[in-house]
């Protein structure tokens, strides 16, 4: 990840500063912005005037004036067909922080920051002064991610362009994922899959993972979770929350704050979505088992209290279904002892 900008640095050892020093430290103060000692540039990929005709070229404009103002090399390339590091201004030094925007086709975008990164250059993407002519802006952010790319905002940078020092936040940051409960309603069933990998590692646990920040919301996060690590393939819109879990001690990485979500699949969809079902990702093993005896199992984390409670909001939902089912049966004998028009009688249902 990138270095966050400094709010706070603390020197031990070191006598607390004077009255004298700080007006010695004003009268040398230059008068203008404060700018980082690391050494940026910002990298504008595209055809020039593509870019002034881009819906993000009014963010653009204000990065690319804050680097001139601030002294901080601006390089423009239109292809990235024999780009290299060494063309780069030798002022960014050897290991600079490599600010991406501007208006290219995927490959070209990609390509760059490819090229970049094997140059063991650290690669920042301002994601919203970026723009594809011919794919996808969340599947390019996607192959930026997997190749070690920083997803940045314009703002964000700009707050680190304008701190003197790269720094950490004086406050952890806590991490987000989310988890998924997939219950079989006809067989009263539970999928859970053998971890890969630590923490936790040969323990049985829920399908999930990690956020993936300014690509996509928490029950987005879910479904692809689970389709990555099962191949079963859900909308987030199947997703029902269950509870979110921010004990600082639930998981030995650090602090995870777990959003759980539960499915219910239906009798009539159950056999395909077991045709579905194989380990994929970090997941060394899936089965499908039932419920009574997943509770019963040592589940990884905190997962066993988030089965517990998606089978108990199953169940609620379960018996509302039926209530209803037996409110609109009611109906139906009270139109059969005095006819309603059959519009109302379709109404009706749709309420249940």
């Avoid at 640095?9 to 070191?14: G, H, K, L, S």
């Avoid at 002034?52 to 690319?64: A, F, G, Q």
């Avoid at 309603?340 to 009688?345: G, H, S």
Wanted: contains cysteine.
């Amino acid at each position: 990840m990138v270095s966050q900008a400094v709010r706070r640095q603390t020197q031990p050892n070191r006598p607390a500063p004077s009255k004298s020093d700080f007006a010695s430290r004003a009268s040398r103060a230059p008068e203008t912005k404060h700018m980082p000692s690391r050494k940026h540039l910002l990298l504008i990929i595209g055809d020039r005037q593509e870019l002034i005709e881009s819906c993000n070229w009014e963010r653009l404009d204000r990065l690319k004036q804050l680097c001139q103002e601030g002294k901080i090399p601006v390089q423009h390339i239109e292809s990235s067909k024999g780009f290299a590091l060494d063309s780069l201004p030798s002022a960014v030094g050897c290991r600079p922080s490599i600010i991406v925007c501007g208006k290219a086709c995927e490959e070209q975008i990609v390509e760059t920051c490819k090229i970049l990164r094997e140059a063991t250059a650290e690669v920042i993407v301002a994601i919203d002064c970026l723009e594809s002519t011919d794919g996808s802006p969340s599947r390019i952010c996607e192959e930026l991610e997997r190749k070690l790319c920083q997803l940045s905002l314009t703002e964000a940078i700009i707050s680190l362009l304008r701190n003197k020092t790269s720094f950490v936040y004086a406050y952890p940051k806590a991490d987000v994922a989310a988890s998924v409960v997939v219950l079989f309603e006809k067989s009263d069933r539970v999928v859970l899959v053998k971890r890969k990998f630590e923490p936790f590692k040969g323990c049985f646990g829920l399908p999930g993972g990690f956020l993936r920040p300014l690509l996509e919301d928490l029950p987005a996060c879910a479904a692809r979770e689970l389709e990555e690590e099962t191949g079963l393939q859900l909308s987030p819109g199947d997703l029902t929350l269950v509870s979110v879990r921010s004990s600082p001690s639930r998981d030995r990485r650090g602090h995870v704050i777990d959003s759980g979500y539960y499915a219910v699949i239906k009798p009539h969809r159950e056999a395909a979505a077991l045709s579905q079902l194989k380990a994929l990702d970090d997941a060394a093993q899936v089965v499908v088992v039932p419920v009574s005896l997943a509770m019963r199992m040592p589940l990884a984390a905190d997962h066993g209290s988030l089965l517990a409670d998606a089978v108990r909001m199953a169940a609620a939902g379960k018996l509302a279904r039926q209530w209803r089912l037996r409110r609109w049966l009611d109906e139906c004998i009270l139109w059969m002892a005095g006819p309603k028009p059959i519009p109302q009688m379709i109404a009706s249902w749709k309420n249940y």
